[in-house]
């Protein structure tokens, strides 16, 4: 009897070429949330009104300054995300002037 001589077939691994690493601008961390900011998003903008330990009182303007915008409330992390969701870029940072003191 012949044996026959069987070869086996082996499957070479196919080399796929390194990607070529591409140099990115590292980002810059999103800065907290504080009273008075103005953020710009693709479709609007938005302004921080109030700033609290847990929730943030903001305004979506479709124009910066823009007058009778509904004022909306929404816990800071979840603001947060909306605006790194959004790839929003902080305009203007506006320091709230302190109110006097009246006497009673």
């Known amino acids: 009897m012949i044996k026959k001589k069987t070869t086996r077939t082996t499957t070479a691994a196919k080399k796929t070429p390194a990607k070529a690493a591409t140099a990115k601008a590292p980002r810059a961390k999103m800065p ?17 009104a109030r700033v609290g330990k847990t929730l943030a009182e903001y305004k979506m303007l479709r124009k ?33 002037k302190p109110k006097p003191m009246t006497k009673l």
């Open 64 to 96: 910066p300054g823009q007058r009778g915008a509904q004022s909306q409330m929404g816990n800071v992390p979840s603001v947060e995300a909306y605006l790194k969701k959004n790839k929003a870029e902080l305009i203007s940072t506006v320091t709230p």
């Open 32 to 48: 907290a949330l504080a009273t008075g900011q103005l953020w710009q998003t693709k479709e609007c903008f938005v302004q921080i």
